[in-house]
């Protein structure tokens, strides 16, 4: 999986298409990712103490990694690699920014 935590990205396809936001959480098994404030569902949270609230929640739900796009510069772009000063580093192909 070419997308690393904290990459921004745009979401292509599914109900939050054009959002944008950074990636929270990766899991490469399943090939998804979790974007900041996209794809929001309300889950029941159960009141584990008498201090803590229980209740309906929003949290994030994961998104296959085939749905979202590398934003770079306001720009979708894939990930390349290249080698510089013998570092093996990702860039956007589109806009040549290193990562």
Do not use: C, F, W
């Not at 904290?6 to 979401?11: G, L, M, S």
């Not at 749905?67 to 192909?93: C, F, H, T």
Request: net charge positive.
């Amino acid at each position: 999986m070419r997308l690393k935590k904290n990459d921004t990205v745009k979401i292509i396809a599914g109900k939050d298409k054009g959002k944008t936001g950074k990636i929270v959480k990766i899991d490469p098994v399943k090939e998804r990712v979790y974007v900041q404030g996209a794809n929001m569902i309300t889950k029941t949270i159960k009141k584990r103490s008498p201090q803590d609230k229980g209740g309906m929640m929003e949290v994030e739900a994961p998104i296959h990694v085939s749905n979202v796009a590398l934003l770079s510069k306001d720009k979708v772009s894939k990930v390349g690699y290249r080698i510089e000063n013998g570092k093996k580093v990702r860039y956007a192909k589109k806009t040549g920014e290193v990562l």
